[in-house]
């Protein structure tokens, strides 16, 4: 069992950055491969970067390299930094870790963190 916690979430304006982090509980953290997703009211939870326990990095198509996701495993934490965000980045964002294959979808996900909301004002 995995519990995850992320906090970092908070009111910003556009083109301003934030930086989410995910604390993850449990002493095999390192051999997870670790995601950040976000989801708005009446949309399916989307993705947004992912990384594997080998550091191998992927990102959704929105980002454009405004995010980087990275990992600590000494603290056990992943976090998301996020710069030049936009309105439409508002969104609850959610931390996910899976012991298994590193995926781009809800799906491959087994653990979940209770999410943070953030909120872009233009």
């Known amino acids: 069992q995995v519990q995850l916690v992320e906090s970092g979430g908070g009111l910003v304006q556009a083109g301003g950055s934030l930086r989410l982090s995910c604390v993850a509980s449990?002493?095999?953290?390192?051999?997870?491969?670790t995601g950040w997703f976000r989801q708005t009211p009446g949309k399916e939870r989307e993705f947004v970067a992912a990384?594997?326990?080998?550091?191998?990095?992927y990102y959704g198509d929105f980002v454009k390299g405004r995010f980087t996701i990275s990992r600590d495993n000494a603290k056990n934490t992943v976090s998301l930094q996020m710069n030049s965000l936009k309105p439409e980045d508002t969104a609850v964002y959610y931390c996910?870790?899976?012991?298994?294959?590193?995926?781009?979808?809800?799906?491959?996900?087994?653990?979940w963190g209770q999410g943070t909301q953030v909120t872009v004002s233009s």
């Open positions: 449990g002493r095999t953290f390192s051999s997870y491969n």
């Open positions: 990384i594997g326990s080998a550091s191998t990095t």
């Open positions: 996910a870790a899976h012991p298994g294959a590193l995926g781009t979808t809800r799906y491959d996900y087994l653990y």
